[in-house]
């Protein structure tokens, strides 16, 4: 049973463009969500976090918003940059319960 | 700089001989989590623990031990591997002053039995 699900596995946009990760969830317990970031032959460093009291947090190029009637939360890159290439996973946690992380969507920003 | 290393990076080993990989983290941070990532499945969560000899089971602890003696350190114990057990691992650490979720991630060890 997958809580979190990001149902495209790759994403390609041109640079300038603007960038849009879906993710959904099952679970309505969940509290908070994350956006994790990784390159090739790293771990996956942490992006942007929203809590589930907010719709909407910014930092910088990077937006995550929060739709919890649809359960579907989203990241914004605007604008996309080549060195935004990586593996995006979203993730969420209930509470102080363990993270359950998305299966990933592989974003490629071409020139 | 501040850092969760792992080691190995790469190990190749057989069916049933014993392994350990290390991780430590220098943010004295109270949480440590072992993930492992497969295509497919994302990443999932093996064991965790929220302070030194406090562990417990994440979502996929079958074939694994953990121990956390020190602060620092959250070694991974696969006391017989198997090849299910081929995957790429992940430790991660973070504070429990603040929201725990933000963790920092190792650069990973793929491991792989044959």
């Known amino acids: 049973d997958q809580q979190v699900k990001q149902n495209s596995p790759s994403l390609s946009v041109q640079e300038g463009r603007i960038s849009i990760l879906n993710c959904d969830y099952t679970?309505?317990?969940?509290?908070?969500f994350l956006w994790y970031k990784k390159y090739p032959a790293e771990g996956p460093t942490f992006l942007i976090s929203i809590s589930s009291i907010k719709d909407k947090n910014e930092d910088g190029r990077f937006t995550v918003f929060l739709n919890k009637s649809a359960k579907h939360l989203s990241l914004h890159i605007v604008p996309s940059q080549p060195g935004d290439s990586a593996v995006y996973f979203c993730?969420?946690?209930?509470?102080?319960?363990?993270?359950?992380f998305g299966t990933g969507t592989r974003l490629q920003v071409f020139p | 700089e501040a850092q969760v290393t792992q080691n190995p990076r790469y190990l190749i080993t057989v069916t049933g001989k014993k392994l350990t990989v290390t991780c430590s983290q220098n943010?004295?941070?109270?949480?440590m989590s072992w993930y492992r990532q497969d295509p497919g499945l994302g990443l999932r969560q093996i064991y965790y623990s929220m302070n030194v000899e406090v562990t417990d089971k994440g979502d996929v602890p079958e074939g694994y031990k953990v121990s956390r003696k020190e602060k620092r350190n959250f070694p991974l114990i696969l006391e017989s591997p198997s090849p299910n057990q081929t995957s790429l691992y992940f430790c991660?650490?973070?504070?429990?002053?603040?929201?725990?979720?933000?963790?920092?991630f190792g650069p990973g060890t793929r491991l792989t039995v044959l």
């Open positions: 679970n309505s317990m969940f509290d908070y």
């Open positions: 991660a650490s973070s504070s429990l002053a603040g929201p725990y979720n933000e963790q920092f």
């Open positions: 943010m004295n941070h109270e949480y």
């Open positions: 993730a969420a946690s209930a509470g102080t319960d363990k993270l359950i």
